[in-house]
């Protein structure tokens, strides 16, 4: 019986990329196979159809020879890498879509080694939770933070062997870091036993990190905290991290950033609010009061006769600066928001209170919001009634 022509078996074109082909390969093989058609012999020849067509199509040295010669090209030994009948085993061209679609499952990045020789490990990325003040948040900082975690070892310089000698390829694998094994349609892929997936043995480790090239120890580090910085904030310290295995690349440091609560003043962004106290009589006659700022100083700030608790007055630039700009540069900066509270006097002596009982009763139109509060209180009463 003749042989189907492998474009159209995948049910692509002469024309199709290497990813449309891929794709195409993907689509039929869910479709067809064996465990979604138990029992189904056209199903599972199909299956081997498609994946012999992936087989050849998926290598340009093939697809080039089958694209010119057809299926003669591999007949009769004309072209054949791998023995046996020249399309190799088909379940080397699923294990193929296997690795793309579940290599990160088995430890392996897409674009990485997983695919290649497995040398050095990068080692892992860690986190730092550091805390700072507002006022260091307003100027910026230098912190010192001590982190634990994992160095180089000294002893080998990060080869993981005695005397810094270049660990040896692993015999099992051959330096993939995998090793692989067929189970009737499919060929399952497992980290090597021997390397542990590194590709490599060190036939004589370090005495003082066992052939991991790392140790444990807390380094000092120095962080420079810019201006403007907020709670959530993310400082990245390329190379601080954990170390990586045998000679492997260093991950990084991200310091997390927390500014902490202010007795004083509350963040909003760019925009820093306090509540200040101004007595009945400022309040009721007008005058001026001291506020402090965030840089340390002091502005004196203008009330209005007759203030209500919860009036806002309003400091242009002696906010919190943008972040990665300095706090001097008050076109940028945020502003800062006074929120007035009316003190009721307490502890009064019998001639204050006197006086104050004086004052109520020549008092006329001065209480606009009692008067018209108690006004919708009577009109409320009256429908109540009728």
């Given at each position: 019986?003749?042989?189907?022509?492998?474009?159209?078996?995948?049910?692509?074109?002469?024309?199709?990329?290497?990813?449309?082909?891929?794709?195409?390969?993907?689509?039929?093989?869910?479709?067809?196979?064996?465990?979604?058609?138990?029992?189904?012999?056209?199903?599972?020849?199909?299956?081997?159809?498609?994946?012999?067509?992936?087989?050849?199509?998926?290598?340009?040295?093939?697809?080039?020879?089958?694209?010119?010669?057809?299926?003669?090209?591999?007949?009769?030994?004309?072209?054949?890498?791998?023995?046996?009948?020249?399309?190799?085993?088909?379940?080397?061209?699923?294990?193929?879509?296997?690795?793309?679609?579940?290599?990160?499952?088995?430890?392996?990045?897409?674009?990485?080694?997983?695919?290649?020789?497995?040398?050095?490990?990068?080692?892992?990325?860690?986190?730092?939770?550091?805390?700072?003040?507002?006022?260091?948040?307003?100027?910026?900082?230098?912190?010192?933070?001590?982190?634990?975690?994992?160095?180089?070892?000294?002893?080998?310089n990060g080869t993981g062997a005695e005397g810094s000698v270049e660990p040896a390829t692993c015999p099992t694998c051959s330096g993939m870091g995998k090793v692989r094994a067929s189970q009737g349609?499919?060929?399952?892929?497992?980290?090597?036993?021997?390397?542990?997936?590194?590709?490599?043995?060190?036939?004589?480790?370090?005495?003082?990190?066992?052939?991991?090239?790392?140790?444990?120890?807390?380094?000092?580090?120095?962080?420079?905290?810019?201006?403007?910085?907020?709670?959530?904030?993310?400082?990245?310290?390329?190379?601080?991290?954990?170390?990586?295995?045998?000679?492997?690349?260093?991950?990084?440091?991200?310091?997390?950033?927390?500014?902490?609560?202010?007795?004083?003043?509350?963040?909003?962004?760019?925009?820093?609010?306090?509540?200040?106290?101004?007595?009945?009589?400022?309040?009721?006659?007008?005058?001026?009061?001291?506020?402090?700022?965030?840089?340390?100083?002091?502005?004196?700030?203008?009330?209005?006769?007759?203030?209500?608790?919860?009036?806002?007055?309003?400091?242009?630039?002696?906010?919190?600066?943008?972040?990665?700009?300095?706090?001097g540069m008050n076109g940028d900066a945020g502003d800062m928001l006074i929120e007035l509270s009316v003190e009721t006097p307490v502890n009064l002596t019998s001639r204050q209170r006197e006086l104050?009982?004086?004052?109520?009763?020549?008092?006329?139109?001065?209480?606009?919001?009692?008067?018209?509060?108690?006004?919708?209180?009577?009109?409320?009463?009256?429908?109540?009634?009728?």
């Open positions: 019986m003749a042989k189907r022509d492998y474009y159209e078996v995948l049910g692509v074109t002469r024309g199709a990329s290497a990813d449309e082909i891929k794709k195409a390969y993907r689509t039929k093989a869910k479709e067809l196979h064996p465990d979604r058609n138990r029992d189904c012999k056209v199903s599972e020849a199909a299956f081997k159809e498609v994946n012999e067509a992936y087989e050849c199509l998926k290598d340009d040295q093939k697809k080039s020879a089958y694209d010119r010669f057809g299926h003669a090209a591999f007949e009769g030994g004309g072209f054949n890498r791998g023995g046996g009948n020249g399309h190799g085993d088909f379940g080397s061209a699923f294990a193929d879509v296997f690795e793309d679609l579940f290599g990160d499952m088995m430890g392996r990045r897409p674009g990485g080694n997983g695919g290649g020789r497995s040398r050095a490990s990068r080692g892992q990325d860690l986190r730092y939770n550091l805390r700072v003040s507002l006022e260091e948040a307003f100027t910026g900082a230098q912190k010192a933070i001590s982190v634990p975690g994992s160095v180089a070892c000294g002893g080998c349609f499919f060929t399952v892929e497992r980290t090597c036993p021997t390397c542990n997936g590194q590709g490599q043995i060190v036939k004589n480790p370090c005495k003082q990190c066992q052939g991991a090239g790392r140790i444990e120890k807390e380094r000092q580090l120095s962080v420079n905290i810019p201006a403007g910085v907020e709670t959530g904030t993310r400082i990245r310290l390329a190379g601080e991290g954990e170390a990586g295995m045998r000679g492997g690349p260093s991950g990084d440091l991200y310091i997390f950033i927390e500014v902490q609560e202010h007795p004083i003043f509350i963040r909003d962004g760019r925009t820093l609010a306090c509540e200040v106290p101004v007595s009945m009589v400022t309040a009721a006659l007008g005058g001026e009061i001291e506020v402090p700022t965030i840089d340390g100083g002091r502005s004196r700030v203008k009330v209005p006769p007759g203030t209500q608790s919860g009036k806002q007055l309003r400091l242009r630039g002696k906010g919190m600066p943008p972040l990665r700009h300095g706090p104050l009982r004086e004052f109520e009763n020549i008092q006329a139109d001065n209480s606009p919001q009692t008067q018209g509060f108690f006004h919708k209180i009577k009109g409320f009463w009256d429908e109540m009634k009728g």
